[in-house]
Nanobody
Framework: QVQLVESGGGLVQAGGSLRLSCAAS????????MGWFRQAPGKERDFVAA????????YYADSVKGRFTISRDNAKNTMYLQMNSLKPEDTAVYYC???????????????????WGQGTQVTVSS
């Protein structure tokens, strides 16, 4: 199985940027469709973005379209989430997730993913 570790979170002012990384170990990332989710205090874990095993298609939640960019580097066994124009409502713990079954469809539900990282906190101040 694959182990996932997120990094890159932190405190940023509104309008700023952060780049999250999700490093995989144990198995090659090429074997998985990948996604980013986030969970704000007292709320459910919500879909942010997803990328197929081959790097495309790519899918985004409406709330982050045009501001966030998901990418992956299978050679480095790492996935990324570039977050620009951050807003206070983007404050959450961000999780990366891996899905073993490979396809080209959009998967936005937590139960569709098999492996999860421990999360990294992103806080956007106003």
């Amino acid at each position: 199985q694959v182990q996932l570790v997120e990094s890159g979170g932190g405190l940023v002012q509104a309008g700023g940027s952060l780049r999250l990384s999700c490093a995989a170990s144990g198995r090659t990332l090429r074997n998985y469709n990948m996604g980013w989710f986030r969970q704000a205090p007292g709320k459910e874990r919500d879909f942010v973005a997803a990328i197929t095993w081959s790097g495309g298609p790519i899918y985004y939640a409406d709330s982050v379209k045009g501001r966030f960019t998901i990418s992956r580097d299978n050679a480095k066994n790492t996935m990324y989430l570039q977050m620009n124009s951050l807003k206070p409502e983007d404050t959450a713990v961000y999780y990366c997730a891996a899905r073993s079954y490979l396809d080209y469809l959009m998967h936005t539900q937590t139960y569709e993913y098999d492996y999860w990282g421990q999360g990294t906190q992103v806080t956007v101040s106003s």
